[in-house]
Every structure is written in structure tokens, then in C-alpha cells.
């Protein structure tokens, strides 16, 4: 029983902190007000949400076979 509680306890933990992430990224996505805020806020809360070192976010460059990056971080 113990056991059970505890899982219990650790999922909605971590489904409240999944929440608050997605709030902050949310308000964040409705103060950028350009495509570069924009990727500034996708690539620095992805990075903080995964843990990670490095990020970046590319876009396709029109007719051309290849992507432009248009903001990276790591």
C-alpha cells in the first residue's frame, strides 16, 4: 500500500510539474511578439524542459533544399 501512494504521489508530481511548465511556455509564447522571440522562447524552455546542453530550431528556406537556422543555444 505504502508502495502504491508513493507512485501515486511521484505521478502527480510530476504531472504538476509538466502543467507549470506547459503555463510558463505558454505565456511566454503569447508575449513574443516575432519569429525570433518566438524560436528564443521554443529552443530555452525546450532545453530546461529536456535537460539538455544544446538546442536549436531551423526553418526551411523556401524553394532551396536546405534549412536556416534561425536560433541555437549550447
Known sequence: LYSAERDARRR????AERSARLQSL????????????VADVVVGQGIAALGARAGSVALHAGEARELEIVQAVG
Open 26 to 37: 505558454t505565456a511566454s509564447l503569447s508575449a513574443a511578439l516575432t519569429p525570433a522571440e
Open 12 to 15: 502527480a508530481e510530476r504531472r
